[in-house]
């Protein structure tokens, strides 16, 4: 609206303005107080008076200079020649002749092409001002003659607390719960709040409470979504699936369950990111949402939002909703095995519990599968060939790196292997090159020499091989097990494991 103050303010009014967006957000109503601002006897003025015989008539819908059409039912040419007729004479009292149209989408192709000139070229006295929900409807010969307004959806906060102030007034009962649930329920539609909260007096008499609004809409009471959420971020699918099959068994839609749980996602996440300072979330939500970190908010929002279609179309969508809020409550076992391979075996780093970044190679240890990490210190030659390794992705050559002895004597870097650990001698050979090209920053060597001493059988050493790896070793973590058999392929290399 403060664009149109400092236009009248200035006295720069433009010769047409269009008004769009969602239903009910008082676009219509800015139209009026517009036509009131510029014929107020007090005015032009930002803030018309209300009082004047000029405010008055346009309030009541009966002034002679203030035109008012629905191009809903007066789509045609006929209708809007009728109306250039009109506007060809001076008001006949005010400053403006004000013409508003709503929904000026429906009008006809005809229609709109016979309005084109007016609005284009028209007399000193004369201000169009159209409204539309469908914006992308309006020709783009009229959109390119009007100054646009776009009216956003009115908060949750905003309506709830006007819902409040109506209730005050007229004398019924209405709790501030009660009212938010309404308020969430229209949409940030505020003609559809009062909509929903006339239904519910007509259902509850004066006093509306929480438990009357989701009987009558169908929505489901916040505290229950919030332990819906609750047990998503515990994992606990059995209290989850209890709690929704008792919200089905009293009537709520599915698709209404799933809508309003992806909206409470939707502002915890928004509200742990920062990015929504004017939500208040009281202290139950605030406790939930300090439970995540925004990485994890995040992902639970994302697993919502792939299922959302499939629970608004499916045949059975009660089966569907309880299949989408299974695979949702099993996020936190999904995201622990993550985080357990990718710090085992992951490039770069590992996200932990928390949400937070490791960074370093990691490894795994074969007795039991425990996660083992490197040691704090001075590292030796062959932990500083490992971390040079690693650093470029190379992530098998630094664990047999790390398994080597280095020797440097006489510009030449000796690593030396056991006989057991035949098979990651020849993973550093197959990076000799890069292994040479660390060795002489490393160490101002000319050359490197991979030496396979004497001891065990090929598949004790194979086993090793095996156990030492870390997906096989998390697999043993988080699946349990023991490796029973391992059968060499024809070049000496595991090529399977029971």
């Avoid at 400053?95 to 000193?124: C, G, Q």
């Avoid at 299974?326 to 490039?347: C, I, N, Q, Y």
Wanted: charged share 25%; net charge negative; glycine share 10%.
């Amino acid at each position: 609206m403060r664009t149109l103050q400092n236009a009248i303010t200035s006295g720069r009014l433009g010769q047409a303005y269009l008004f769009s967006g969602l239903r009910g957000v008082g676009k219509t109503t800015a139209a009026r107080l517009l036509a009131k601002a510029v014929n107020c006897a007090e005015g032009p003025t930002p803030e018309p008076c209300g009082t004047c015989v000029s405010c008055r008539e346009i309030t009541d819908g009966v002034s002679l200079d203030v035109t008012e059409i629905d191009a809903a039912t007066r789509t045609g040419v006929n209708e809007i020649r009728d109306l250039q007729e009109v506007v060809r004479y001076r008001p006949t009292r005010d400053r403006y002749r004000v013409v508003i149209v709503d929904e000026v989408h429906m009008l006809s192709a005809s229609a709109f092409n016979a309005l084109l000139k007016s609005i284009e070229e028209p007399p000193e006295y004369l201000l169009w001002i159209f409204a539309t929900t469908e914006r992308h409807k309006v020709p783009a010969t009229v959109l390119s003659r009007c100054q646009e307004l776009e009216f956003r959806p009115v908060s949750t906060a905003l309506i709830a607390e006007r819902l409040l102030e109506i209730a005050g007034e007229e004398g019924f009962e209405l709790a501030p719960e009660a009212a938010a649930m309404i308020a969430r329920a229209s949409g940030g539609s505020v003609r559809d709040a009062l909509s929903l909260t006339d239904q519910l007096r007509a259902f509850s008499g004066d006093t509306i409470g929480p438990d009357a609004v989701a009987e009558v809409l169908g929505v489901p009471r916040r505290e229950r979504i919030l332990a819906l959420i609750s047990s998503i971020v515990e994992g606990d699918a059995g209290t989850l699936l209890s709690a929704l099959r008792e919200e089905l068994r009293e009537g709520h839609d599915p698709t209404v369950l799933w809508e309003a749980l992806g909206r409470e996602l939707r502002t915890l996440t928004l509200t742990v990111a920062g990015a929504d300072p004017s939500s208040e979330l009281d202290g139950e939500a605030a406790a939930l949402a300090g439970r995540l970190s925004l990485d994890a908010w995040t992902r639970v929002l994302g697993l919502w939002l792939d299922h959302e279609p499939v629970v608004r179309t499916a045949a059975h969508r009660d089966l569907a909703l309880e299949v989408a809020a299974l695979r949702l409550s099993r996020w936190p076992t999904v995201r622990r095995v993550e985080a357990l391979l990718r710090e085992a075996g992951g490039t770069g780093g590992a996200v932990g519990g928390d949400g937070s970044r490791k960074t370093g190679p990691a490894a795994s240890s074969a007795g039991g599968g425990r996660t083992a990490s490197r040691s704090a210190g001075p590292a030796g030659p062959a932990e500083a060939l490992a971390d040079a390794l690693w650093n470029k992705g190379l992530r098998q050559a630094a664990g047999a790196a790390r398994e080597a002895t280095v020797e440097i004597a006489g510009g030449l870097a000796t690593l030396s292997l056991p006989a057991e650990r035949a098979p990651l001698a020849r993973i550093l050979e197959q990076r000799l090159d890069t292994i040479r090209e660390i060795a002489s920053e490393l160490w101002h060597v000319t050359g490197v020499d991979v030496v396979v001493g004497s001891a065990g059988t090929v598949e004790d050493s194979l086993a090793d091989e095996v156990a030492r790896d870390p997906g096989v070793a998390t697999a043993l973590e988080v699946l349990g097990g023991n490796i029973a058999a391992v059968k060499p392929d024809g070049n000496g290399e595991a090529s399977g494991w029971n």
